[in-house]
Nanobody, 115 residues
Framework: QVQLVESGGGLVQPGGSLRLSCAAS????????MGWYRQAPGKQRELVAA???????NYADSVKGRFTISRDNAENTVYLQMNSLKPEDTAVYYC?????????WGQGTQVTVSS
C-alpha cells in the first residue's frame, strides 16, 4: 500500500511558477513509476509528466519546456516544477504511483493561474 500526499498548489499569476510536491509513504518508493496528472473542470484527467524508477521522463506536449518532473528517492518525494504558467494550466493536479498491478493516487492539489 502507498499513500500519496500532494502539496504546493495555489493561486499564481500568468508567467509565474509553482513547485508541487508528492510525498509517498508505506512502500518501497524507488520501484514505482511516478506521474503528475491534471483535471480541469469539464475535462478528462490527462497526463502532465511522468518519471520511471530509473529517472526517464516524458511530458505532455503542452508543458514541454515549462514543467520539470523530478524525484528524490531518499525523501520518497516526486516534484513538479512549473514555470511560465498559463491560465490553461489551471486544474486539480494529482500524483500517481504505479508498479506492476499496483496503482495509487493522491487526493489532488488545486492550481489556479489567473491575474
Amino acid at each position: 500500500q502507498v499513500q500519496l500526499v500532494e502539496s504546493g498548489g495555489g493561486l499564481v499569476q500568468p508567467g509565474g511558477s509553482l513547485r508541487l510536491s508528492c510525498a509517498a509513504s508505506g512502500s518501497i518508493f524507488s520501484i514505482y513509476a511516478m506521474g503528475w496528472y491534471r483535471q480541469a473542470p469539464g475535462k478528462q484527467r490527462e497526463l502532465v509528466a511522468a518519471i520511471t524508477s530509473r529517472g526517464i521522463t516524458n511530458y505532455a506536449d503542452s508543458v514541454k519546456g515549462r514543467f520539470t518532473i523530478s524525484r528524490d528517492n531518499a525523501e520518497n518525494t516526486v516534484y513538479l516544477q512549473m514555470n511560465s504558467l498559463k491560465p490553461e494550466d489551471t486544474a486539480v493536479y494529482y500524483c500517481r504511483a504505479a508498479w506492476q498491478a499496483r496503482d495509487y493516487w493522491g487526493q489532488g492539489t488545486q492550481v489556479t493561474v489567473s491575474s
